[in-house]
């Protein structure tokens, strides 16, 4: 399967030189998706791995059920002022 044929690509998305990857119509093809996870948990089953982290928002959708397939934990990663709790910080740059 090539998942290419399942994500599209907005060109100049949120700005000029920018192409914006849309991944909903992957999420929403069940087959695709499901494709898409078993490819990713096959190639992490080999590594050292004790902790998926997922970037909001695309991030989570991929993030938690590869770390489910795997057995392993899934921390979110959230922008600032998201989660009421003691948090973790770290600085960030876009692409754009």
Same mark, same amino acid.
């Given at each position: 399967?090539?998942?290419?044929?399942?994500?599209?690509?907005?060109?100049?998305?949120?700005?000029?030189?920018?192409?914006?990857? +849309?991944?909903?119509?992957?999420?929403?093809?069940?087959?695709?998706?499901?494709?898409?996870?078993?490819?990713?948990?096959?190639?992490?089953?080999?590594?050292?791995? +004790?902790?998926?982290?997922?970037?909001?928002?695309?991030?989570?959708?991929?993030?938690?059920?590869?770390?489910?397939?795997?057995?392993?934990?899934?921390?979110?990663?959230?922008?600032?002022?998201?989660?009421?709790?003691?948090?973790?910080?770290? +600085?960030?740059?876009?692409?754009?």
């Amino acid at each position: 399967m090539n998942l290419k044929d399942y994500i599209a690509s907005i060109e100049n998305y949120p700005q000029e030189g920018i192409t914006f990857r +849309d991944i909903s119509p992957l999420m929403a093809d069940g087959n695709a998706y499901s494709y898409a996870i078993r490819e990713i948990v096959q190639y992490a089953t080999d590594k050292k791995i +004790d902790m998926i982290v997922g970037p909001e928002a695309r991030g989570f959708i991929v993030g938690c059920p590869v770390a489910f397939e795997l057995g392993i934990g899934f921390a979110p990663v959230r922008k600032p002022g998201k989660l009421p709790r003691e948090v973790i910080s770290a +600085d960030y740059e876009k692409e754009y």
